[in-house]
């Protein structure tokens, strides 16, 4: 891999090192590679699903430091049940019924579930403030990058970028003027240095005001940290799928099987074209605040859309198709592979964000399911927790 230093606003190494897959999957070009000419010839009369936030998220660099300071110090059911809901024990069919679906989410299978709390709303702002201040807690976003984990997924003999591409920054959302190749995940997503759960567009934006949004611009290790300051824990992805369902059975989305253009607005995504054009029919043109759309059966919030959630468990394609018989309580593989970048360990993030959009992803279907390093925040990724 040849390493790139280009200057895109502040689009550094770490971004470089995320777009390279998806440039690998798109003809090998890399930024320099995406230009007018380039895109001209893009088809969107034939969007694909890997096109905004299915298969190709950028991510951070995939290092996972940190985590060992999280293992064996769970305290879960120390908890308030504030703001949660009881999903109460049961079985469901776990992936896809229909045929929208991707290969991760097939093929659909028996589980069987015990009951268990879980927040009504992804965590906020003002609750991520309150673990902030009571722990200082620093994200990952907010440190500075270590090169010296850096380079263990370089190629030897790749030069240090200098300390000023090495300063704390995170990813964020940057509309393109008109259309752009959407496989080229580097056209909307930039590496923007000062960019973290507290700007979360980047330094000159804040969240002031928005203490009732999502948290974003946190990372697996980050929400882990706050889940387990309040006594809880990240939701398996089963968990994360039966609450979302709100007591339906094999229904594509929280609400049922209605389209998310018929009826009431029922979720934060996007229409119009991505990802360039938000007609924002639906009131919001990024995160909404929580409780802005309907609940679902079992009185949960934003289960499709606004932004992703973290899980705690490993992505694996072949997941569901290496499972026999029911599962009881099942805790996802016992480790991670994606074909697309094998040396990068994933979670499984669920349920869609404001930028999803009925041509291209659906991400917002209730068996709908990404990937990201565990070291990587997003504007459009966040969480809620589960206990017992
Ligand atoms: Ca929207």
């Not at 024990?89 to 009951?115: C, L, T």
């Amino acid at each position: 891999m040849t390493i790139i230093f280009m200057k895109r606003e502040l689009l550094y190494l770490f971004f470089m090192l995320a777009i390279t897959a998806c440039n690998q999957k798109s003809d090998k070009k890399g930024l320099a590679g995406a230009t007018a000419d380039s895109v001209a010839g893009v088809d969107h009369s034939n969007p694909t699903d890997s096109a905004c936030c299915n298969s190709n998220l950028p991510k951070r660099y995939g290092a996972v430091t940190g985590i060992e300071t999280l293992a064996g110090t769970e305290k879960e059911g120390l908890a308030s049940h504030q703001g949660m809901k009881f999903i109460p024990a049961g079985s469901f069919r776990m992936g896809a019924a229909d045929k929208e679906g991707r290969r991760d989410e097939y093929p659909a299978h028996d589980v069987k579930m015990d009951g268990f709390w879980i927040d009504e709303t992804e965590v906020t702002n003002a609750q991520f403030a309150a673990f902030v201040k009571a722990t200082h807690y620093v994200t990952q976003a907010e440190q500075k990058p270590d090169w010296e984990e850096i380079k263990k997924q370089l190629p030897p003999g790749t030069p240090k970028p200098s300390e000023e591409q090495l300063q704390p920054a995170s990813l964020t959302f940057s509309p393109p003027k008109g259309r752009v190749d959407i496989n080229d995940v580097s056209q909307w997503w930039s590496w923007t240095a000062g960019a973290s759960w507290k700007h979360p567009q980047g330094p000159k934006s804040n969240i002031k005001g928005k203490e009732n949004l999502p948290v974003t611009q946190v990372s697996w290790i980050d929400a882990t940290a706050y889940a387990k300051w309040a006594g809880k824990r990240l939701p398996t992805e089963a968990e994360w799928e039966y609450a979302a369902r709100g007591g339906l059975r094999e229904k594509k989305y929280p609400w049922g099987d209605e389209d998310l253009a018929s009826g009431k607005v029922k979720a934060n995504t996007w229409q119009g074209e991505f990802p360039y054009s938000d007609k924002k029919t639906d009131g919001y043109s990024s995160v909404a605040p929580v409780k802005s759309f309907a609940a679902n059966g079992y009185g949960l919030y934003d289960m499709a859309g606004n932004v992703w959630e973290w899980t705690a468990d490993w992505y694996r394609e072949d997941y569901y198709q290496g499972l026999k018989g029911q599962t009881v309580n099942p805790k996802g593989p016992k480790d991670s592979y994606d074909a697309a970048e094998p040396g990068i360990p994933k979670k499984v993030i669920r349920g869609g964000s404001f930028m999803c959009h009925s041509s291209y992803c659906k991400g917002y279907r209730v068996t709908s399911k990404m990937k990201s390093s565990m070291d990587t925040g997003l504007e459009n990724t966040g969480f809620r927790c589960v206990s017992k």
